[in-house]
């Protein structure tokens, strides 16, 4: 058995128009089929987990890589990161002028005795991997910075408002060897101060894998990192079938009005998904069979 299933951010579907909805459901799906498509020829949950985000980094609906939502001053700052069952972990946070995020995480992964690297560091680190200068910023994510400025305040950062959307895209995968992996890309949100790093960087918060299963989170990243939103979603698995595992870790996080997404696959290589928002774009595939929202 293969699977794979992803997500492309959760949050109200008044953010996006019924054509923008509708070019989402297109990208989780094109996103799902990448991941598949690696799992198919053989190759690791790992790789396919990676493929599937690379591809939604590249699709601007998606708040990462390009088209990624914009810091209070106008600029691109992102979060990946991604995690074997077997505890490998890499991850870039605030990191700027990459085409995608993922690609340098996996590198900070495999080349380095790290797990987390930021800021200038990490761009200095992805020109030395050979990651050319790359301008994520889109005229729309401009444009909705300068509703968001207008409007004068924020619902996910209320003290912002005298400076003055949240969506990630995941992946988790089950190959041939029965191993899962999981993959996470973030803009963050709009509107954020600059230096600020959300859940999609932190493992346990917007990324876990264990013996037990995979699962990333999408939603308010400080929420789901006081919560560590993957890590006990992931824990549950030792117990739980994903799809329980995610509704009880979901139950937990509406306790605190934790507005967030979560997708998962545990050991067996059952598939999981839920969301305490309103909106929520994914889509999975399994033995060859591709459903989305
Ligand atoms: N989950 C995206 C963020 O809060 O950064």
Redesign the pocket.
């Known amino acids: 058995m293969l699977a794979i299933i992803v997500n492309g951010?959760a949050g109200s579907s008044k953010a996006l128009t019924p054509e923008e909805q509708e070019i989402a459901r297109k990208g989780v799906k094109k996103a799902a089929e990448a991941g598949y498509l690696v799992l198919g020829k053989g190759g690791k949950a790992i790789d396919a987990v990676v493929e599937a985000v690379r591809v939604m980094e590249d699709e601007p609906i998606f708040?990462a890589g390009t088209g990624s939502a914009l810091t209070i001053n106008g600029e691109v700052e992102m979060?990946a990161s991604l995690m074997t069952m077997d505890g490998h972990f890499g991850a870039v946070g605030a990191i700027k002028d990459v085409k995608n995020p993922i690609l340098v995480a996996r590198k900070v992964m495999e080349e380095t005795d790290h797990l987390l690297l930021v800021g200038e560091g990490a761009i200095k680190f992805a020109r030395h991997m050979g990651f050319v200068k790359h301008n994520p910023i889109t005229k729309r994510q401009q444009e909705k910075l300068a509703k968001l400025k207008e409007k004068g305040e924020s619902h996910?950062f209320p003290k912002l408002k005298k400076y003055l959307k949240?969506?990630?895209v995941g992946a988790v995968a089950f190959d041939k060897n029965q191993t899962v992996a999981v993959a996470n890309s973030?803009?963050?949100?709009r509107g954020?101060l600059p230096g600020?790093?959300?859940?999609?960087a932190i493992l346990g918060a917007?990324t876990f894998a264990s013996l037990f299963g995979a699962v990333t989170?999408?939603?308010?990243?400080?929420w789901?990192m006081k919560l560590l939103l993957s890590k006990i979603t992931v824990d549950l698995m030792k117990t739980y079938n994903a799809q329980t595992a995610i509704e009880l870790a979901l139950k937990e996080a509406k306790k605190y009005g934790c507005l967030?997404g979560i997708i998962g696959i545990d050991v067996k290589g059952n598939i999981g998904f839920g969301k305490t928002t309103e909106y929520m774009a994914w889509a999975y595939l399994r033995d060859g069979a591709l459903i989305s929202f």
């Open positions: 951010g708040n979060d996910y949240y969506g990630t973030s803009g963050g949100i954020k600020r790093v959300g859940d999609s917007g989170a999408t939603g308010h990243g400080e789901i967030c």
